[in-house]
């Protein structure tokens, strides 16, 4: 990304993000879409930008951010890169993201 980390996506992590955008299409008006991709969008300016912007998650080295108020974005840096490992529904049972967490050393 210009003047920052570069952004990479976890194949999970980009399944993650296709199942929300295609759940909101199918089931909300096309605003909503709108609207959580213009949050994810600042987001990941600002962890480009500065990747300790937002707090530590209970996982080791991974941090998280709340996108909109039923998406958590889990991220870490990896040298040069900001590597994001998933982009959570907040309305899943929590023991799936220790998997998904656990599974991304």
């Known amino acids: 990304m210009e003047n920052g980390y570069d952004i990479f996506w976890t194949s999970h992590a980009l399944n993650e993000l296709a199942e929300t955008f295609s759940y909101l299409e ?7 879409s709108k609207e959580l991709a213009q949050s994810l969008d600042r987001v990941l300016k600002l962890i480009a ?7 530590l998650s209970d996982f080791i080295g991974i941090r998280k951010v709340v996108v909109k108020k039923f998406n958590t974005l889990y991220y870490r840096q990896k040298g040069d ?3 994001i490992i998933s982009f959570f529904s907040n309305r899943q049972n ?3 993201l220790k998997n998904i967490l656990e599974t991304n050393p």
């Open 26 to 32: 199918n089931n909300f008006p096309p605003l909503v």
């Open 49 to 55: 930008i500065q990747p300790a912007t937002f707090s």
């Open 81 to 83: 890169r900001i590597e």
């Open 94 to 96: 929590p023991g799936n």
